[in-house]
């Protein structure tokens, strides 16, 4: 048993800002309050909504001091620089979860880059994925995301009549164009599965213009951006959840939140993607159209693949409840404070 911690949580961006690092953020102060530490958080992120905890916004340099003598560890959902700097005088234990690349991939150091791994040779770190752990290039634990298993998780009552499925910001990063010409690659072979893109972002009209312009409009159906319980509803409705990013993926939390609502998975390889898919997917190399058309026809093509997939979801997704990561984190804090 853990005894009672103060947890300062600093997290760069919060709700209502929405992303990975603002959702891990919230489940991960739920459940430290759920078990009876005492956390605030601090961000960087404008506005006015109630929490199971205090959530102080844009500090000043005096209250951020206040909130580092108040707690007994500080934790930090990704490196901060802004908030950090009270550790220059106030001795608490750092932690640090490095949510992504110091570096953006392909891009040359900084001097920001330079005090973050500075910064982090002096906390406990952890690594959303071995390969953040090995560009963070300090020892690192790496530890996976935590997904919300109260939303998504299998309905058995779902029938899974549909076929593919995206989720996610329509960017250009996220491949969504290498995914429609995949199916145009299907469709000259005689496949034609239909497609269900959910999300929003400025490349919307566009990959609705290409799917048009790839005779795919009969195929692909556009939703829009959904709420976390909608879009678990959709995954259980849907075979193969397709995570196509052309970059590489830090970790890839909707590939476990697809996995937890009973999809296989067909991701791009490079970075953690390969690591939060497992053993539940498949991946094909980053951009290639045409290996990702041969995933799908393959996954298709397969009922008794799918099942083998799915069969190993079980022990996969136990490494990301949130009861498990939590255990991590409390662990390393109690061992701290000892």
């Known amino acids: 048993m853990v005894a009672r911690v103060k947890i300062l949580l600093g997290s760069h961006h919060f709700y209502p800002s929405t992303g990975g690092i603002e959702i891990v953020s919230d489940l ?11 956390v605030r958080v601090v ?14 916004r844009r500090p000043g340099a005096l209250q951020l001091i206040r909130l580092v003598r108040w707690c007994d560890v500080f934790l930090q959902n990704n490196i901060s620089l802004r908030t950090v ?13 490095q949510q992504t690349w110091i570096s953006a991939p392909g891009a040359p150091s900084s001097w920001r880059d330079a005090l973050k791994r500075a910064v982090l040779r002096r906390a406990t770190c952890f690594a959303i994925s071995g390969a953040i752990a090995r560009d963070a290039a300090v020892p690192c634990l790496p530890v996976g995301n935590p997904y919300n298993d109260q939303v998504f998780r299998r309905d058995p009552t779902a029938e899974r009549r549909l076929e593919l499925i995206f989720v996610g910001r329509l960017v250009s990063d996220k491949g969504v164009d290498v995914l429609l010409e995949a199916l145009r690659l299907l469709q ?5 599965p239909k497609l269900t893109i959910v999300g929003d972002g400025p490349e919307a009209q566009m990959l609705q213009q290409q799917a048009e312009r790839l005779n795919l409009a009969e195929q ?27 970059l590489a993926e830090p970790f890839g939390i909707v590939a476990v939140e697809a996995i937890a609502c ?16 497992g053993p539940c997917g498949l991946t094909f190399p980053n951009g290639d159209a045409a290996m990702l058309a041969e995933r799908i026809a393959e996954l298709l093509t397969s009922p008794q693949r799918r099942s083998e997939l799915r069969a190993a979801s079980g022990p ?15 662990e390393r804090m109690a061992a701290a404070l000892r």
């Open 188 to 192: 000259e072979r005689g496949v034609r």
């Open 28 to 38: 991960l102060a739920r459940e430290f309050v759920r078990r009876g530490h005492d």
């Open 316 to 330: 996969h997704l136990a490494q990301f409840t949130v009861a498990r990561v939590a255990d991590i984190y409390l």
């Open 220 to 246: 692909v159906t556009f939703l829009g951006a959904k709420r976390s319980e909608q879009i678990a509803t959709l995954l259980n409705q849907h075979e193969i959840a397709i995570v196509p990013s052309r």
């Open 85 to 97: 700097w009270p550790l220059a005088f106030i001795r608490r234990p750092l932690f640090v979860t």
């Open 43 to 56: 961000t960087q992120t404008p506005g006015n909504s109630t929490f199971p905890f205090p959530v102080i």
């Open 262 to 277: 009973g999809c296989v998975v067909i991701g791009s390889a490079a970075g953690g993607l390969v690591e939060a898919i």
